[in-house]
């Protein structure tokens, strides 16, 4: 069975994601772009098992096909085979990875002739030649060209920095790229343009494992880079990319998690500082804060479902300033309709450079603008089938009251999101492609998110969870918001 998802086609190794499959969802994809008249197409992969192998299999029915096939000489970024498509003015796009998923799955991205996610109507269209059998391949009638498109891409991304000010950087910048398909990618940039700075790569080895841990840039997956930024001080900081280098989270000095959302706030306020304007796009599952801030510069707002395929379909609109999710994926005005880590990391390093004052600081000071204390935490629940997630989802379909808080309203533009009093938040999602029950929550303090997801966790599976601390919690936030109110 080929579904796809949010980005695309995701599934396990050898099980559902094989040759045969490949080539089937290559050939409705080629079936798509000779419908529309497409004659040329870009194909590019991470550093999965076998990736670079299912790439090879995906130009192949392509080409046999009668398309127009580049295929990337070696693994690379997600955002520079998007940039790819738009360099070589083909119709579409393959991506070989599957993002941030373990190291058992691998997926198929379609790109379109914009350089980002296919809109979601294209890709129904794609859905629909599921099943026809893929055309034979024969090399000596059916060349393929390869490419390196990476000197082209750092030549793109110089229009969208201020070199001067990334020279300018006193501290020690990291990058992790978890073994993924970014590895060498930041530094290489900046190598390029000429820029000496302290610059240490960590998990640098393109690795099929990704050294053990799922490729998202998320707490329990950095402990690694935490313990290397830990008696770090100052403005030195770790920038994370996942698998194939299109999410970015970061580290640090103390070796503390700086999450998306704190990410996202932070490029928002340096572009919005450096006099860039227009709409700004956020998932449901993001932060108030960067609604509030929006309100504060008098930005507009568009809020989409989960999935950076519709925040590109409103990039490719519109004017937008800048477009995020929760999970990483963050694309800004000038560049591709496209979630960048490698551009992200180095925006970054300019905010820092830029103010002297650390991301920590710099969002501290969103903080006090705003008036809006953020805290944050995801809980990803593994069920036994998805069967058993789709029942876990029935149980929050009614909100209650919890960890003191009133439910104010409910949102279901994906998944359900409880919006209760003071400014908390808690969500629930179901995965599309696994067994997966997503559990977000947001308060103003960590114990308090942590409660959030306890409580939550037990209402969903039945099963206590660890509710250490849980009735301070409510007990605090009932008396504070009886005060407020």
């Not at 550093?47 to 690379?76: I, P, Q």
């Not at 998923?101 to 809109?119: H, Q």
């Not at 990334?166 to 020690?172: A, D, I, P, R, V």
């Not at 479902?305 to 694309?331: D, H, N, R, T, V």
Request: aromatic share 8%; net charge negative; hydrophobic share 40%.
């Amino acid at each position: 069975m080929i579904r796809f998802g949010t980005d695309g086609w995701r599934d396990l190794i050898a099980e559902n994601f094989t040759f045969e499959n490949v080539a089937l969802a290559a050939q409705a994809y080629a079936e798509y772009l000779k419908v529309i008249g497409g004659r040329r197409v870009v194909v590019g992969f991470d550093t999965r098992f076998m990736a670079d192998r299912f790439a090879r299999k995906t130009a192949e029915v392509l080409a046999a096909n009668g398309l127009e096939v580049y295929l990337s000489r070696a693994f690379l970024p997600t955002p520079a085979l998007s940039f790819a498509v738009t360099h070589f003015q083909a119709d579409g796009g393959v991506m070989i990875t599957a993002s941030h998923n373990p190291k058992e799955y691998c997926g198929f991205k379609l790109k379109g002739p914009y350089g980002g996610s296919l809109i979601p109507e294209r890709v129904k269209q794609v859905e629909v030649f599921l099943g026809t059998a893929a055309q034979e391949f024969d090399a000596a009638k059916h060349p393929i060209e390869t490419f390196d498109i990476q000197a082209a891409y750092y030549d793109h991304l110089k229009n969208l920095l201020d070199l001067s000010v990334l020279k300018s950087f006193e501290g020690t910048f990291y990058h992790d790229s978890m073994g993924g398909s970014g590895t060498g990618w930041v530094s290489g940039f900046l190598e390029h343009v000429g820029i000496d700075l302290d610059v240490r790569n960590v998990r640098e080895e393109a690795s099929p494992t990704f050294y053990g841990v799922h490729p998202e840039p998320i707490l329990h997956n950095l402990h690694h880079t935490s313990d290397l930024l830990r008696d770090a001080s100052g403005l030195a900081f770790a920038a994370v990319t996942d698998g194939d280098a299109d999410r970015i989270g970061a580290v640090t000095a103390g070796g503390l998690f700086f999450n998306p959302h704190q990410i996202f706030a932070v490029l928002l306020k340096h572009l919005y500082d450096r006099g860039l304007r227009g709409t700004v796009v956020q998932t449901v599952s993001v932060s108030g804060i960067i609604e509030r801030l929006c309100h504060l510069l008098s930005l507009p707002v568009i809020t989409t479902p989960i999935g950076f395929k519709y925040i590109a379909e409103e990039m490719l609109q519109s004017k937008i300033l800048i477009g995020g999710e929760e999970s990483g994926g963050i694309g800004i005005l000038g560049h591709l309709p496209e979630r960048d880590g490698i551009l992200n990391a180095l925006l970054l390093l300019e905010a820092v450079a830029l103010s002297g004052k650390s991301l920590p600081e710099l969002f501290h000071e969103i903080e006090l603008m705003t008036g809006y204390q953020h805290a944050y935490d995801r809980l990803d629940l593994t069920l036994n089938s998805m069967t058993e997630r789709n029942e876990a989802m029935d149980r929050v379909q009614e909100p209650f009251p919890i960890a003191g808080h009133e439910v104010v309203s409910v949102d279901r533009r994906d998944g359900i999101k409880w919006l209760l009093s003071g400014n908390a938040w808690v969500m629930f999602r179901a995965s599309g492609t696994e067994p997966v029950l997503r559990i977000y929550a947001e308060a103003a303090n960590p114990e308090h998110v942590q409660c959030l997801l306890s409580l939550a966790h037990m209402h969903v599976t039945g099963v206590q969870s660890n509710l250490r601390g849980c009735p301070e919690v409510i007990e605090k936030t009932e008396a504070a918001l009886g005060e407020t109110a």
